[in-house]
């Protein structure tokens, strides 16, 4: 048998070692993937807005020096003193002493009242229910300051209309009430976090399935008995939702204990920071520490409450059974509920919106003066006008306009994009993009904004004492409650529906914009009011990073309270509230034409 000759070439190629193209050489990781360029686009805007500035804080705590100098982040900056000072003298001691009693008053107070209205029309068959919620859902427009501001008009010693009403009316010689104490800040700060409750509370009891409390009350065991044994147990993890929200809320709130806690000498850790950070000599790894130790303790009640609903099924009470709620028939102790909870509505909304008007026509050159019937001759459109002619106002409503508008566009358009993420893809280290968006609902406002003011102080980006910054800490503040908002829309989104869509040849990126994101719109506009609004009111975070010319509303309303024009503080407020409710009622004519209408 004859070999084949082969050619030069071919004994040559045969000699040589076969290397596989792709072995031996490194190449380096490309995302091919278009939804995974996305998810890293989002997550390095995540990480610079919420992770980096906590570390940057978390590190000015242990730092000597100052945010923005050279020695900044050198090892050598390395000390405890910061803490040492923190604990000096007691300081610290009185301060906790202070933020427990307040967070902890409000928190029992607020809850008890706030279920009480919700049980009231959620499960009873109380007069004017649907007035009730009516009024707590309106009382959400009020601002925080300007509720402080309506109380110290009410209650003040001095100038405090009821006072003066129940010095006159019992003939005493001494104003009975005393805003300015602990008790005062507890009461003030319970009428407005009171709609809050109401809330969520009437959509725990809303839900529940009425069975086992009409077994309960079959048996003989009687309406009290059956509230503290079935319903309260029922609903825990709302329960607990609610009284760790609430606690949070207690310590991060700023306006009632800096207008009436410094009056009263009662400082909890957000004012702390506050004058740390604002008054001279400034101490900014103090003012760190304070925001350090406010952190911890708000991820760890964050923490313990997912500890404990970690069995929330076991709590489900709404099945596949069909079931309609069940009111409870007061007879005639339904007037008796009615009558209480109009008078929590007169002490919540009534009388601050009726001090403010009254204020806000009362002339600016005879100061604040309580209500009389001699006054009413006096009232003038004054502060209205001095309003309109103010710069600082025309200020605050420009800048909080633009901020509320384009925070919310951004909040809205990121955070839908990470519930597509988290909800409608298996992209690897999905949940750690949904970790960290929700993770600013631990994080306390004033905290924040120290860390965002380090940070900018810090890194050589060009928007401190510019009106970016604010829009960068607004932007980082509320993706927790969009996030919530959007990733319940995305869920009730199928996915045959953007299946169909690229099976017909369309694009992910033209499938989630012209399929899914139409399917969203009710939810986006949701998320896009509640950041609009709560933009308007932000205060505590906003004024350790603001800049003249870049005032927000919150900031504007302060600095006139400070100034002690409380006519034309008053207008401005009205004006505000009027603003608020404007866009509340669009937001529901918008809802009302795109939500999901019912068959007639």
Not at 21 to 47: C, K, M, N, S
Not at 463 to 488: E, P
Request: charge should be neutral; charged fraction near 15%; glycine fraction near 6%.
């Amino acid at each position: 048998m004859t070999t084949p000759v082969e050619s030069p070439e071919q004994v040559a190629a045969l000699r040589s070692p076969v290397e596989p193209p792709e072995q031996g050489r490194r190449r380096r990781w490309v995302p091919r993937d278009p939804r995974t360029f996305v998810f890293l686009a989002v997550a390095a805007i995540l990480v610079w807005e919420i992770a980096i500035p906590l570390i940057i804080l978390l590190w000015g705590s242990v730092s000597s020096a100052r945010p923005g100098s050279d020695e900044f982040f050198s090892p050598s900056s390395f000390t405890l003193d910061n803490f040492a000072r923190a604990f000096d003298g007691g300081r610290l001691t009185g301060v906790l002493w202070d933020t427990f009693v307040f967070a902890t008053g409000t928190t029992v107070l607020a809850f008890i009242l706030g279920t009480y209205l919700a049980w009231v029309c959620e499960r009873t068959n109380t007069p004017l229910r649907g007035f009730i919620t009516l009024m707590m859902v309106l009382r959400l427009i009020l601002p925080g300051i300007l509720t402080t501001i309506s109380w110290i008009f009410l209650a003040s010693p001095n100038i405090g209309t009821l006072n003066r009403w129940l010095q006159a009316l019992f003939g005493l010689q001494e104003a009975p009430l005393n805003i300015y104490s602990m008790a005062g800040m507890i009461w003030v700060e319970t009428m407005d976090i009171l709609p809050l409750v109401f809330l969520l509370m009437s959509a725990a009891l809303r839900s529940m399935d009425p069975s086992l409390e009409e077994a309960s009350l079959v048996a003989g065991k009687g309406l009290l008995r059956t509230t503290g044994r079935i319903t309260l147990p029922l609903i825990r993890p709302a329960i607990l939702a609610t009284l760790i929200l609430l606690l949070i809320r207690g310590i991060e709130t700023f306006e009632t204990p800096a207008l009436i806690g410094i009056p009263a000498q009662k400082f909890t850790f957000v004012v702390e920071i506050w004058r740390q950070t604002s008054t001279t000599p400034t101490d900014f790894g103090v003012a760190a520490v304070f925001a350090v130790l406010i952190l911890a303790f708000c991820s760890c009640l964050l923490w313990l409450y997912n500890h404990m609903t970690r069995h929330a099924d076991a709590f489900a009470v709404v099945t596949g059974k069909a079931f309609r709620p069940r009111r409870t028939d007061l007879g005639a102790m339904k007037w008796g509920t009615l009558a209480g909870s109009l008078l929590i509505c007169l002490f919540s909304l009534g009388l601050p919106m009726i001090i403010l008007v009254w204020a806000s026509f009362y002339p600016p050159s005879r100061g604040f003066q309580p209500i009389t019937a001699d006054g009413f001759a006096l009232l003038s459109w004054d502060n209205y006008r001095a309003v309109l002619d103010s710069d600082l106002v025309q200020r605050a409503f420009v800048n909080s306009t633009f901020l509320g508008i384009a925070s919310a566009a951004v909040v809205v358009l990121l955070m839908t994009v990470v519930a597509w993420i988290t909800v409608k893809t298996s992209i690897p280290g999905r949940m750690w993009l949904d970790h960290l968006s929700f993770a600013p609902i631990a994080i306390p406002a004033v905290a924040m904004g120290v860390a965002f003011l380090w940070l900018y102080l810090s890194v050589p980006i060009p928007v401190y004492g510019t009106i970016w910054i604010l829009f960068l800490l607004y932007v980082a503040r509320f993706t927790a409650v969009a996030l919530r908002i959007m990733s319940a829309s995305m869920t009730q989104v199928s996915d045959e529906l953007h299946e169909a869509a690229e099976v017909a040849g369309a694009s992910w990126w033209r499938s989630f914009r012209t399929v899914t994101m139409p399917l969203l719109r009710p939810g986006m506009l949701a998320a896009f009011i509640f950041v609009l609004v709560h933009a308007y009111r932000e205060l505590s975070a906003s004024l350790l990073v603001y800049s003249y010319g870049n005032e927000p509303i919150g900031v504007a309303v302060f600095d006139i309270w400070e100034n002690g024009s409380y006519g034309l503080l008053s207008a401005f407020g009205i004006l505000v509230v009027l603003a608020l409710a404007f866009f509340s009622i669009i937001a529901r004519v918008i809802s009302n034409r795109y939500g999901v209408k019912e068959e007639q």
